[in-house]
Structure formats: structure tokens, C-alpha cells
């Protein structure tokens, strides 16, 4: 179906969803976290097997469209606050939930800014490419909030407390390169082939094996939220079980032993 504010493109078991309000720094207005949330919820449902998330033109995401935003932050805060009026509805960064629970592997490739909940939707992927045009900035104390779209929950597990709380408690622009070297991007790569590399890495992903590919990113998960090792082991046990009995491990182990790529079904 067609979005107002996002554009999708699809390919052999990937799919790429871009942000398309580039006159604004595609900022999110209410309009697009619905429209985000329901091509999440697509892409899951149609099963894909990679998905890719970047911005048209010269910005990832610059944060909240302010004046659209500042309405659905007051409603959720009423909201809490219970009384006749209370309903229920989504949390404000719900789209980083769907993100970061797709069961599948997920690329940001990060063009231009990445600004406040454009940089919680950039952490909420597995893996993070930057152009070398690309910023990453926790603005929001310069706007006298604190972090939301899940930013506090996330940042601190990707680049550690210290310098998350440097970038929230200052609010500052790192630049591709320290983005690079604190392990916020995986790569950094010139703005024209940010784009080629993330489709060659969908494309690549698309093709292993996706059962693999969701037990993978479920136990990394389960390991962030797990305090004892000796618990995850139980789960890992308990994943290698399940996927040793399935068509993609018999197919792995077959192609290895005839020295060719295995063809992997999600079976």
C-alpha cells in the first residue's frame, strides 16, 4: 500500500523503509510513527528476511517534528494520569519496540543527522551504517526534556554509560568517525555508496538461514535482560535443540559437505 510519509522498496527476502519527509529532515510527526508502526508490523508479518531503515535526502531522522509531537506527548502524560478520559494506546516510542523485536536482522543506514528519537530509531537496529556525512546527536536535554523513543534504555547498552551519558547530559553532535570509534556505527562509509552497502548486506543476510538468524538476535536480546549467565545457557540449550531438528541445519550440514552454498528456507 502507499504511505504519505515513508517509502518502501523490496527485494529477494529484504526490504528497505525509508523516512520521506526530507524538507523537514524527515521529523517524525504523528502521521509517521503510525505509518512506521504499521510497515513494521507489515514486514513482519510478510516475513522478511532483512529489513533496512534510512532517511530521504540530506538527514536520517532529525528527531520529533516539535510542533506535531508536543500534542501526543501531552496525551500520553494525561493519560497516565488516569481519571474518565484514560485509554488505552501505545507509548510514544513504540516504533523502536517494533524495531528492536523484529525477529529478523536490521539495518539503520544512518545518512546525514540522526537527532533525538532519530537516534533511538537508529540504536533500536541491529546493525548501524554511517555515511561519512552522518551526526548522531542526544538533543533532547537542549530542549529541556529528557531522552525518549527507548534512548535511555538503549544507548547505555551500545556504547556503555559513561559516554552515553556524556551525549544525553550534553546533548552534542558526534561526528561518523567517533561514532565509529565508540562503537555507535559498525562502518562508515561515503555517502554515496551508504545506501550499495547496506542492500549488499540485506541481501547477504537475506540469504542465511532466518530461524538461525531469529534465535540469534532472541538470545542476544534475552542476554542484555538476563542477569545470570548460567540462565542463558538454559536458553541457548534450549534454541540449539529446536534448530538442530529443523530442514535449514540438515541443509547446512549437507552443503558443507558437498562444498556449496546451502539454500536456507526458513524451514
Given at each position: 500500500m502507499g504511505y504519505s510519509t515513508l517509502e518502501v522498496e523490496t527485494g529477494a527476502g529484504w526490504a528497505l523503509v525509508a523516512l520521506n519527509r526530507p524538507d523537514r529532515l524527515n521529523a517524525i510527526t504523528p502521521e509517521m510513527q503510525g505509518e512506521l508502526e504499521q510497515v513494521l508490523e507489515e514486514m513482519r508479518a510478510q516475513g522478511v528476511r532483512a529489513l533496512i531503515l534510512t532517511g530521504r535526502g540530506r538527514g536520517f531522522c532529525s528527531g520529533a517534528d516539535v510542533s506535531g509531537m508536543a500534542a501526543v506527548r501531552g496525551e500520553a502524560v494525561s493519560s497516565l494520569a488516569g481519571g474518565p478520559a484514560v485509554r488505552l494506546r501505545r507509548p510514544l516510542g513504540w516504533p523502536t519496540t517494533l524495531l528492536f523485536r523484529f525477529p529478523r536482522p536490521t539495518i539503520a543506514a544512518v545518512n546525514g543527522v540522526a537527532a533525538g528519537a532519530g537516534l533511538s530509531l537508529a540504536l533500536a537496529c541491529d546493525i548501524r551504517l554511517a555515511g561519512e556525512s552522518?551526526?548522531?546527536?542526544?538533543?533532547?536535554?537542549?530542549?529541556?526534556?529528557?531522552?525518549?523513543?527507548?534512548?535511555?534504555?538503549?544507548?547505555?547498552?551500545?556504547?556503555?554509560?559513561?559516554?552515553?551519558?556524556?551525549?544525553?547530559?550534553?546533548?552534542?553532535?558526534?561526528?561518523?568517525?567517533?561514532?565509529?570509534?565508540?562503537?555507535?556505527?559498525?562502518?562508515?562509509?561515503?555517502?554515496?555508496?551508504?545506501?550499495?552497502?547496506?542492500?549488499?548486506?540485506?541481501?547477504?543476510?537475506?540469504?542465511?538461514?532466518?530461524?538461525?538468524?531469529?534465535?540469534?538476535?532472541?538470545?542476544?536480546?534475552?542476554?542484555?535482560?538476563?542477569?545470570?549467565?548460567?540462565?542463558?545457557?538454559?536458553?541457548?540449550?534450549?534454541?540449539?535443540?529446536?534448530?538442530?531438528?529443523?530442514?535449514?541445519?540438515?541443509?547446512?550440514v549437507q552443503a558443507f559437505l558437498e562444498k556449496r552454498e546451502p539454500q536456507f528456507q526458513g524451514r
Open positions: 552522518a551526526r548522531f546527536s542526544a538533543i533532547f536535554v537542549r530542549r529541556g526534556l529528557m531522552p525518549d523513543y527507548g534512548c535511555t534504555w538503549l544507548l547505555p547498552r551500545v556504547i556503555g554509560p559513561s559516554r552515553a551519558y556524556e551525549m544525553m547530559y550534553t546533548g552534542r553532535m558526534v561526528s561518523a568517525h567517533e561514532a565509529e570509534h565508540w562503537g555507535l556505527v559498525s562502518k562508515v562509509v561515503p555517502d554515496d555508496r551508504l545506501l550499495d552497502e547496506a542492500k549488499a548486506l540485506a541481501q547477504e543476510l537475506a540469504k542465511g538461514p532466518p530461524l538461525s538468524h531469529e534465535a540469534i538476535k532472541m538470545g542476544v536480546q534475552r542476554g542484555i535482560e538476563t542477569p545470570r549467565l548460567e540462565e542463558h545457557l538454559l536458553f541457548e540449550a534450549y534454541g540449539q535443540g529446536i534448530l538442530s531438528q529443523t530442514e535449514d541445519h540438515k541443509e547446512g
